[in-house]
Nanobody
Framework: QVQLVESGGGLVQAGGSLRLSCAASGSIFSINHMGWSRQAPGKQRELVAAITPGGSTNYADSVRGRFTISRDNAKNTAYLQMNSLKPEDTAVYYC?????????????WGQGTQVTVSS
């Protein structure tokens, strides 16, 4: 089993920045790919960013150029740097991990961290 613990969410004004962290523990040898998804009230969960073991990244069109995903393999931690935040970025953000590409199948989810962007 793998445990994912997110941190770094909070309340920020539009145009501000936040950095989310996701610490992985447990059977971490079983995961390669990591990512971040978000779910706003009344909406489906959407994948916003993913990173491969080699460091290749993918982003949703809505966040490309504003968000940056990264990982520190030595610390078993993934990050999501969010800049130029907009009210529509308000959501619960979930860390995801898998042996497979995140867009294909997520095997582990974190508990989520709330991000609220005020206008």
């Amino acid at each position: 089993q793998v445990q994912l613990v997110e941190s770094g969410g909070g309340l920020v004004q539009a145009g501000g920045s936040l950095r989310l962290s996701c610490a992985a523990s447990g059977s971490i040898f079983s995961i390669n790919h990591m990512g971040w998804s978000r779910q706003a009230p009344g909406k489906q969960r959407e994948l916003v960013a993913a990173i491969t073991p080699g460091g290749s990244t993918n982003y949703a069109d809505s966040v490309r150029g504003r968000f940056t995903i990264s990982r520190d393999n030595a610390k078993n931690t993934a990050y999501l740097q969010m800049n130029s935040l907009k009210p529509e970025d308000t959501a619960v953000y979930y860390c995801a991990a898998s042996r497979f590409t995140i867009a294909t199948a997520v095997e582990y989810w974190g508990q989520g961290t709330q991000v609220t962007v005020s206008s």
